[in-house]
């Protein structure tokens, strides 16, 4: 199973300039709002045209602009599950689920129905409406359609995203069981970022119409999720990833930097490369110590907290004490962690792991 998307397409706002390769498994793309994830799904699909360009699946050509070769949705073999599910309002369920496989003889699309009826625990659903599910049982509907037709590529664009959160949870687990099974190659949209760590054995990022992740010796910019999780080599890239403290720097040595932002030197691991702009750090990274003394280690100060059910985010200010409610870094600590922390008198100590600071460029 192969995917090869080589696209261009003006789009209101900047071109779309698509460039990656997929060989199985399941791609997760990232990016902003409007920054062209959709549009390359239904120009895959067939929904949308490129300019110019060119989509290999599985060595069959979708789309060639030069060739003048442009497939037809109902050709390309392509299963895609919207954020909104789409299903047809004036369908039952069972109509839904075949509606791609309509024309297969009644033999084979009841044993096709009762298969995904059974895969997607929708019994005694068969004859209702979208209008009378729920949006778990939309999604699943939605799901069964797609892979109905037995795809080559499914096609994924949030389908969690209008779910409650217990839900989203049920759904994300069944949809990689059945994704674990499907065999074809999957594209999945998302915003959330755990979703994409659970789901996805791969990463690609698209900023402004544009891939912008690390590319591989030839050029095509995908990389295995933990790499740009780990150590993106981008700006956007670490924004996309969830990446909060990011700093302007500069290069003093060949081990030593400048955090321009945070008024500090750190020393870094990683060799610096040529195009540095900036460095980063995740927010999990950053620790607060006892002992002030050492490599990357600063006093600080607390400017707020927020709180989530896991965990405590700090909001720190460093150097010197606050003169008002600006901070430089966020961190987060465990619950426990806060407990023990929180009536320590100031100034606290935080230290930047030189083996966890990511040098990038913008």
Known sequence: MTLSVNIYKP?????LNIN???????LGILGASGSGKTMTLRCIAGMETP???K??????VLFDSSQKINLPISARRVGMVFQNYALFPHLTVAENITYGIRKLPCPQRDYLLNEYISKFRLFGLENRYPQQLSGGQQQRVALARALAVKPQILLLDEPFSALDS???QQLQEQLLE???NYGGITLFITHNLEEVYAICEHLLVIYQGKTCC???PFGIALNDKKSIFDRPSHVQVAQLTGCKNISKARM???DEIEAIDWQCRLKVSAPIPSSFTHVGIRGHHLKIVSDGCGENIFPCWLIKSQETPEKMILFLHLHTPPMDDTYDVQIEVSQDKWLTLKNSSFPWHVKFNPMQLFLMSD
């Open 166 to 168: 217990y839900l989203r």
């Open 20 to 26: 990656f390769q997929l060989e199985e498994g399941i």
């Open 51 to 53: 300019q110019k360009g």
């Open 55 to 60: 989509i290999v699946l599985n060595g069959k």
């Open 252 to 254: 003093i040595s060949p």
């Open 214 to 216: 690390e590319a591989d």
């Open 178 to 180: 059945i994704l674990n």
């Open 11 to 15: 789009l209101a706002s900047y071109p």
